[in-house]
């Protein structure tokens, strides 16, 4: 069950989320000079620079961020409210753990994302609860999760364990499939061709 929008400000306001955040912030690369277009999908807030959107899950609910404006939307993750190819990074925490369709929201982080397009992905470890505190859902192995990414259409650039409470990717949008390619390409590869 996805948590409320309170508990997960709750946790962000109590010291081991204050640590957890920062820790997380060190894994993930740091915004590019250049201007992006950056959405956060979950409950990206700590994580979010200035002038980034987050968008956040219907079962979880929202709140107004930044204080002086409001640049946050309450969205169904498998219909995202964005265009094709316009996003530069997608920052996705406290959101994979409890889809429902993961492929689908997968596909849709993808369809999103510019060509060479690159999201953040972070979510439960398998062997331990976030920060030490349970905030449910599914939990991944990060080899697990790297081959759920490259079977959607995205190369894994960086990984780790992080700290052990989080599994934490940084992946870039594939646009063509490469030679390893998924199952499915392999499979595909084996049929004989005649005519």
């Known amino acids: ?46 994580y979010m620079p200035e002038g980034g959107f987050a968008l956040m899950p219907g079962g979880q609910g929202a709140i107004r961020w930044p204080a002086n404006e409001n640049r946050t939307a309450v969205v169904d993750e498998s219909h995202l409210p964005i265009h094709d190819n316009s996003l530069d990074k997608v920052i996705v925490i406290h959101a994979l753990e409890y889809c429902v ?34 905030l449910g859902g599914q939990r991944f192995f990060k080899g697990e999760l790297s081959l759920l990414l490259a079977d959607n259409m995205f190369v894994v650039e960086k990984s780790s364990g992080g700290f052990g409470r989080a599994v934490i990717i940084e992946a870039r949008k594939r646009i063509y499939a490469g030679s390893g390619g998924s199952g499915l390409q392999k499979a595909l590869a084996t049929v004989p061709v005649t005519g």
């Open 1 to 46: 069950m996805r948590p409320e929008v309170n508990k997960l400000c709750d946790f962000y306001n109590f010291p081991v989320g204050k640590r957890f955040c920062r820790r997380v912030q060190r894994e993930i690369a740091p915004v590019s000079g250049v201007e992006e277009t950056i959405v956060g999908i979950g409950f990206a807030i700590p």
């Open 101 to 134: 369709d993961v492929r689908g929201f997968l596909r849709e982080i993808w369809r999103v994302l510019k060509p060479e397009g690159r999201a953040a992905f972070i979510a439960p470890n398998r062997m331990r609860p976030w920060a030490g505190v349970s």
